[in-house]
T-cell receptor, first 115, second 114 residues
């Protein structure tokens, strides 16, 4: 079956622009995660949804970052007034259930470059 | 809070040689541990995971890892490296309380020499 998909794959934004990154999780997956991966680093947690409920947003770096999953499926990560330090790969992952041992399946990521 | 340390940001081995990628974790409660592999311009793919069953875990592509509580380690090994193993490898941990998020190490880039 289809895996996690993300769009766009690449995004170039001018500093100050708003961007929206989309994630389509595996159908039926309850849990959805967003991670940020800076160049040469491991991914860092941003936020977590269980169905449409955002249960953890402790990793969002500022109030310019906003995520939603209104119908418990597709999710959008929005970054307002982008800054150069926002340049990174944004990874989305989904898992079937809610347990801590659940495998998270990752999408290919959106590479954001802010000029 | 849990954390992961991967010793060695770059590891280089010859084709056919043993692969050993090191991971140490810090967790105040029993952890769940994962190894992921990332090929260029791709997302992360699960290699294997430890979830408190057998301490020796076998994964895909001939990789395995052993959970050693006394050493707080979860090193990844493969007896014989293949050129296709060249990639970035990440160790990650969740713990059975609080958030379900993965906490990743900084990664180890594995290079295979012909």
């Amino acid at each position: 079956g289809a895996g996690v998909s993300q769009s766009p794959r690449y995004k170039v934004a001018k500093r100050g622009q708003d961007v929206a990154l989309r994630c389509d999780p595996i159908s039926g997956h309850v849990s959805l995660f967003w991670y940020q991966q800076a160049l040469g680093q491991g991914p860092e947690f941003l936020t977590y949804f269980q169905n449409e409920a955002q249960l953890d947003k402790s990793g969002l770096p500022s109030d310019r970052f906003f995520a939603e999953r209104p119908e418990g499926s597709v999710s959008t990560l929005k970054i307002q007034r982008t800054q150069q330090e926002d340049s990174a790969v944004y990874l989305c992952a989904s898992s079937l259930g809610e347990g801590y041992q659940e495998t998270q399946y990752f999408g290919p990521g959106t590479r954001l470059l802010v000029l | 809070a849990q954390s992961v340390t991967q010793l060695g940001s770059h590891v280089s081995v010859s084709e056919g040689a043993l692969v050993l990628l090191r991971c140490n974790y810090s967790s105040s409660v029993p952890p769940y541990l994962f190894w992921y592999v990332q090929y260029p311009n791709q997302g992360l793919q699960l290699l294997l995971k430890y979830t408190s069953a057998a301490t020796l875990v076998k994964g895909i592509n001939g990789f395995e890892a052993e959970f050693k509580k006394s050493e707080t380690s979860f090193h990844l090994t493969k007896p014989s490296a293949h050129m296709s193993d060249a990639a970035e490898y990440f160790c990650a941990v969740t713990q059975g309380t609080g958030a379900q998020k993965l906490v990743f190490g900084q990664g180890t880039r594995l290079t295979i020499n012909p």
